[in-house]
T-cell receptor
Framework: KQEVTQIPAALSVPEGENLVLNCSFT??????LQWFRQDPGKGLTSLLL?????REQTSGRLNASLDKSSGRSTLYIAASQPGDSATYLC??????????FGPGTRLSVLP | SQTIHQWPATLVQPVGSPLSLECTVE??????LYWYRQAAGRGLQLLFY??????ISSEVPQNLSASRPQDRQFILSSKKLLLSDSGFYLC????????????FGDGTRLSIL
């Protein structure tokens, strides 16, 4: 059974700092990995999707990498801003068009 | 462009009452549809998914049921709500086939009294 973990559970950084969020999964047989952002009381906003054949994806200040063989993905946020404060979730796409989600990392960027 | 709508945004219901949450998708055909629950402080739990009209798969045995009466409509129901049904319910869609991203609605906050 696929299990997804995210470390750290919470992170607080000063504005302008670069940071890395980690996602680990137990079964390397995945179709893709998707990173989401969730603001309090809101739905999920898709940030980046990495297909299993890809190594990384970039969007603006965000860069996500995927190492399928080791079961790891990282989300790199450059020059963090207070507006980046949110919970970040990763999800792996598995057989049957389903996704398994991690518990999330709650990020606070302090002005 | 595609959009997904969920309603209501918030709902307060007494224990034992029925439930109906609705989700509709616009701008795409034959989407895969999903219902998730997010309990306080916990990750998203997949409840149901559907790959077509009338086709429902349940991931977790529970007090809830789902139906897909139309291609782009997904309904989450219960005949009698339990306290443990409280949570944040999210609907999502993706295009058919593996490797496609999921897109989420704004969610429904359900409180059971």
């Amino acid at each position: 059974k696929q299990e997804v973990t995210q470390i750290p559970a919470a992170l607080s950084v000063p504005e302008g700092e670069n940071l890395v969020l980690n996602c680990s999964f137990t079964d390397s047989a995945i179709y893709n990995l998707q990173w989401f952002r969730q603001d309090p009381g809101k739905g999920l906003t898709s940030l980046l999707l990495i297909q299993s054949s890809q190594r990384e994806q970039t969007s603006g200040r965000l860069n996500a990498s995927l190492d399928k063989s080791s079961g790891r993905s990282t989300l790199y946020i450059a020059a963090s801003q207070p507006g980046d404060s949110a919970t970040y979730l990763c999800a792996v796409g598995i057989y049957g068009q389903n996704f398994v989600f991690g518990p999330g990392t709650r990020l606070s960027v302090l002005p | 462009s595609q959009t997904i709508h969920q309603w209501p945004a918030t709902l307060v219901q007494p224990v034992g009452s029925p439930l109906s949450l609705e989700c509709t998708v616009e701008g795409t055909s034959n989407p895969n549809l999903y219902w998730y629950r997010q309990a306080a402080g916990r990750g998203l739990q997949l409840l149901f998914y559907s790959v077509g009209i009338g086709q429902i798969s349940s991931e977790v045995p529970q007090n809830l049921s789902a139906s897909r009466p139309q291609d782009r409509q997904f309904i989450l129901s219960s005949k009698k709500l339990l306290l443990s049904d409280s949570g944040f319910y999210l609907c999502a869609w993706s295009t058919g086939g593996a490797g496609q991203p999921q897109h989420f609605g704004d969610g429904t906050r359900l409180s059971i009294l």
